[in-house]
């Protein structure tokens, strides 16, 4: 048993400064999809992407919807001068707008709602997380999971993974929310205390991603309640959600990165 | 490297035996037609003759058909029996002589309409209610407790009824389905190369494993045969893989146990082995590494400097392992726990390290070798304790077969060079199954292509067919067992709702 204690010692610090410091990735890794050219192209460019992603309006300029992109990259290969991975990891936003990008006029999506530290500045350094998962893969519950170890370590910033809903500040839901999930999704988030935070997981939690609105499926969170931060990616990767995490907090401004 | 194709093993009057004829099929497939009468008579004389069972299925190609799928002797015996066509597809059920059989008969019953004659009713089992609180024991003091469908942690949904005195637990109902998100369906008519992006997803933590089970389908479906040097790149991501999974599970046990050194020193050899595949193939879980026809692209990481990293890998796992096998507050926990005793685990045709942790040595790998695993020399790991510890011995065996593999895969690609994806035709038509042996255990899944799409599509999960066994897990255990068990079945809830 006193054995743990040298071996856990002896790896050092491996733990990320984030985000104080900036994670990069690994060469050519899948980050979120970028538009570069958004002129000039056919409606036909549409039908490359498995999840309607991809749109283009009829003066020809495209916009990609990262709430939908799984990030499978047929559109890089198919227009790699359109398309292109992005390096780096975060993709969380506050506003389901905020995640389609390329040439599109946003309306004017209204005030998000406010972040917990606005809501209560008491919250800033002791948030309780809870999971809920409405029909995931299971590959969300992976990288959750992985914020509690020692390379990401979530807890020097102030977040707790709690069993119970009512102790819990913030929601985490993954999946796309299937018919079964639908009730438990409801009543979990009807039982936390206000103030509360509901972060979607993963591209099929923002939008259902490839199994959006199926036979036995919604499209994702926001069809069934607001939310509050939207963490896309199939699955997101452990900074992107922590990214997420401190959005809902309140401890980051978001857009600055975008 | 030439291979000649393995002479099947099974006797030459099979089809005699069992009222069948034979029909031509893909190699490691042995099609046997039968008469909807001779159906379950043929599986029957099958069970007789220690065949494990595997799917039951309606095929549409080539013509209506319910098909089943036995393991034997190192093939797959499809039996297949015509559906007259405007009729609804009835059979004799297996479920009650075949354990085995009886949540995939539910679910053909609940989603195919097809009901065999004397079905075992598991009621609710594809349309669960997370609020329905039946009990079954009566007796003082003897309650349900429902656990789940939203866990006391990060895990996914799935619910456990678990009727007890308090400590001892009495009875398990496991409650799945909560999941299912019709993915089977969400294929049909998209061409191979979208598809794989589905079957990616239908187990996340197994999206190389799903991948490669639905492209071998459509490689073997169209007659394609995948070049050399990109099965010996599957081989690699496949062995990475089942490499973060187990290191999964033995990490999640640490955790339960509360020995939070041990917890994070498995969670950081996990969290390296995520890296170096995200430096691989651009994901963490190594998605659109694989598609039908062989793999995407060059792998990013030179086989040397892999090599370099997993012996870095094997000196800290062997550690670790030494240190958690040393621990007694940890093994004690595990050692008798969750006691399957070999002959339950060959009634429901159990797969995988639950399989391999009772003595039985099934391993896709080694029974119906495929692409790269041709040429490995793989050794197949079981123990025979039957608890929760054996399976977790599996698991620490493994990591090391899996390295001993990647080693053997890595010197092939320095040496070699060579195409990495054979293209498919066009306008193919075919069906086929395809397995693999992911994490969790054999992996089958069946493929109709019609013109160059995916017409049919279904999987018959490791998941999906060892979650039936979990209600049998508890012999004498009391309630804190519950997540040492779970934990030591290592399954995913989204590969078997699909």
Request: charged share 25%; glycine share 10%; aromatic share 6%.
């Amino acid at each position: 048993m006193l054995a743990w204690i040298p071996r856990g010692l002896a790896k050092g610090r491996i733990t990320t400064r984030y985000p104080r410091t900036r994670e990069a990735p690994p060469d050519r890794y899948h980050g979120p999809v970028a538009v570069l050219d958004s002129t000039g192209a056919g409606r036909e460019l549409e039908s490359c992407c498995p999840t309607g992603a991809i749109a283009v309006d009829e003066r020809g300029r495209v916009s990609l919807d990262r709430g939908r992109c799984i990030a499978c990259g047929e559109c890089t290969r198919i227009a790699p001068h359109r398309f292109a991975f992005t390096h780096r990891y975060e993709t969380a936003a506050r506003t389901r707008q905020a995640l389609v990008v390329g040439d599109v006029d946003h309306d004017d999506p209204g005030p998000a709602r406010r972040t917990l530290a606005e809501q209560a500045r008491a919250l800033r350094r002791s948030i309780h997380v809870r999971h809920i998962d409405t029909g995931s893969d299971g590959a969300e519950e992976w990288e959750i999971q992985a914020l509690w170890n020692p390379y990401y370590d979530i807890q020097r910033l102030g977040f707790f993974l709690t069993a119970a809903p009512r102790h819990a500040d913030v929601l985490l839901a993954t999946g796309v929310v299937t018919a079964p999930m639908r009730a438990p999704l409801e009543r979990t988030w009807a039982v936390m205390p206000e103030p509360k935070a509901l972060i979607a997981v993963g591209t099929d939690a923002c939008s259902g991603g490839l199994t959006a609105d199926g036979e036995a499926t919604s499209a994702g969170i926001d069809a069934v309640l607001p939310v509050d931060v939207y963490v896309p990616g199939s699955p997101p990767p452990p900074i992107a959600i922590l990214h997420g995490l401190l959005l809902a907090a309140g401890l980051l401004r978001d857009g600055s990165d975008r | 490297m030439s291979l000649a194709a393995r002479q099947s093993e099974l006797p030459d009057y099979l089809p005699e035996h069992l009222g069948a004829t034979r029909e031509p099929g893909p190699p490691g497939e042995v099609r046997l037609r039968v008469s909807p009468l001779g159906f379950g008579r043929a599986s029957q004389m099958l069970h007789r003759a220690g065949a494990r069972f595997v799917t039951l299925l309606i095929a549409g190609a080539p013509e209506p058909a319910i098909v089943g799928a036995f393991a034997m002797r190192g093939d797959l015996v499809v039996l297949r029996a015509p559906v007259a066509s405007g009729q609804q597809p009835t059979y004799t059920a297996l479920g009650p002589w075949w354990a085995a059989a009886q949540w995939t008969e539910q679910e053909l019953a609940d989603r195919d309409g097809a009901r065999p004659v004397g079905l075992v009713e598991l009621p609710g089992l594809t349309r669960p209610d997370a609020d329905a609180l039946e009990q079954c024991v009566m007796g003082l003091d003897v309650f349900s407790l429902p656990f789940g469908p939203v866990r006391s942690g990060v895990f996914e949904a799935i619910q456990f009824l678990l009727e007890t005195g308090g400590e001892d637990v009495t009875r398990v109902t496991t409650r799945s389905f909560f999941k299912h998100r019709g993915l089977e369906q969400r294929v049909i008519g998209m061409a191979p190369g979208e598809a794989v992006h589905v079957a990616e997803r239908i187990a996340g933590i197994s999206s190389v494993a799903y991948g490669l089970a639905f492209s071998q389908a459509v490689e073997r479906a169209l007659g394609v045969t995948p070049p050399a040097h990109a099965e010996r790149w599957r081989a690699v991501h496949a062995e990475l893989e089942r490499i973060a999974c187990h290191l999964d599970v033995i990490a999640k046990q640490a955790e339960t146990t509360a020995l939070a050194v041990g917890h994070a020193r498995f969670a950081i050899l996990k969290e390296q082995i995520m890296r170096l595949r995200a430096r691989l193939t651009g994901s963490r879980f190594g998605r659109g590494a694989v598609v039908p026809g062989g793999v995407r692209e060059q792998a990013r990481v030179a086989p040397d400097e892999l090599l370099a990293e997993l012996d870095a890998f094997e000196r800290d796992l062997s550690r670790d392992r030494r240190l958690f096998l040393s621990t007694a507050s940890m093994t004690d926990r595990l050692i008798g726990t969750g006691r399957l005793p070999r002959s339950l685990v060959e009634e429901y045709s159990a797969v995988g390290p639950v399989a391999r942790g009772s003595g039985l040595s099934t391993d896709a790998r080694h029974e119906r070798p495929y692409g790269e695993y041709r040429r490995l020399g793989l050794q197949i790991v079981t123990h025979r304790e039957e608890d929760a510890m054996s399976r977790v011995m599996v698991r620490f065996s493994e990591l090391t077969e899996s390295l001993r593999i990647l080693r053997q895969a890595c010197e092939h690609l320095r040496r070699a060079n060579g195409e990495l994806v054979a293209p498919l035709p066009a306008v193919g038509s075919g069906c086929a199954f395809g397995w693999v042996e992911a994490a969790q255990g054999e992996l089958v899944i069946w493929a109709e292509l019609t013109n160059g799409l995916v017409s049919r599509m279904r999987v018959a999960s490791p998941s999906f067919r060892n979650w039936a066994l979990f209600e049998h897990a508890f012999p004498k255990d009391v309630l804190t067992d519950l997540a040492f068990i779970e934990h030591s079945f290592g399954l995913t809830a989204a590969g078997a709702d699909r």
